[in-house]
Nanobody, 122 residues
Framework: EVQLVQSGGGLVQPGGSLRLSCAAS????????MSWVRQAPGKGLEWVSIINSGAGSRSYADSVKGRFSISRDNAKNTLYLEMNGLKPEDTAMYYCAKCYTFSTCKVERDYWGQGTQVTVSS
């Protein structure tokens, strides 16, 4: 059974930092691209970042480029999102999600984590 278990959300002040984690099981983690997707209150899903299976290729939404960093530890079956310089508009539910492929992951994912809330407020 595929499982994606998230941790690391919380409340942070503007300009602060936070790291999200996603522990994967039930599939060969190292063979698949992974992604982070978020949903702000009252809005639809927005892709945030994608990383390929070997961690050699990364993609970021323009809104987070230069502030967020996606990484993975294939030995630990874990995906990470390091968020720096957080802004109130980053407030959202954040989900990790397994990709079918790196090239299509902006629009299509197959398995999802439970989500974790990130709130940026003074």
């Amino acid at each position: 059974e595929v499982q994606l278990v998230q941790s690391g959300g919380g409340l942070v002040q503007p300009g602060g930092s936070l790291r999200l984690s996603c522990a994967a099981s039930g599939f060969t983690f190292s063979n698949y691209a992974m992604s982070w997707v978020r949903q702000a209150p009252g809005k639809g899903l927005e892709w945030v970042s994608i990383i390929n299976s070997g961690a050699g290729s990364r993609s970021y939404a323009d809104s987070v480029k230069g502030r967020f960093s996606i990484s993975r530890d294939n030995a630990k079956n874990t995906l990470y999102l390091e968020m720096n310089g957080l802004k109130p508009e980053d407030t959202a539910m954040y989900y990790c999600a397994k990709c079918y492929t790196f090239s299509t992951c902006k629009v299509e994912r197959d398995y999802w984590g439970q989500g974790t809330q990130v709130t940026v407020s003074s």
